[in-house]
């Protein structure tokens, strides 16, 4: 059963165009990088100036990597977030004092390969605003997400029962109906799946991913 009151989110922006693509196809959230290791990944100034752009027409989120805290204040400091998103190994405790130190609302996010990991993902939900759950990345792989692959949907049949949760992993514009129908989920989040290349949004694939996205919640 999809959920009506869905909140989608374009991840990994980058450039003003694709921003004003976001936002004008109808994204609820806009999320920018801060990890150096992806090709997605924003300075300090550009992410002001982006965040300016955004004047208010979409909620801002911070994408943040096991950073300190020196990092998440200038984060917080240049780009005005409406929410910290966490996607790297931080601790329910870890999560819990960022949370106290700079008072916004924060996503964890969380790989999933089977229900076990579902389960760790418990002691996070008195702690979080939202969880996000995302495809756990390959072996190897540089990125702890926007790695462009999926994992078994139906794990995810009951998750909303206990606490609303946002889906990634390996979404675009052919699988995301299917996607919501499977899980429920209260949020969608894409950014691989709307690229023509690594780190490389294309305006009219975000269009497109907003536009099934907008029809399956009808």
Partial sequence: MVCMDLTAKICGLRTPETLHAAIEAGADWVGFVFFPKSPRH???????ALGIRVAGRAKKVALLVDAPDSMIADVIAALQPDFLQLHGHETPERVSEIKQLFGLPLIKALGIADHDDLIRGRAYENVVDWMLYDAKPPKQAALPGGNGVSF?????????????????????VDNVANALAITGAAGVDVSSGVESAPGIKDPKRIKAFMARVRQSAL
């Fill in 152 to 172: 078994d949907w139906a794990l995810l049949k009951d998750a909303g029962k206990q606490h609303h949760f946002m889906l990634s992993g390996g979404l675009d």
């Fill in 42 to 48: 924003v300075s300090l100034d550009e992410a002001k």
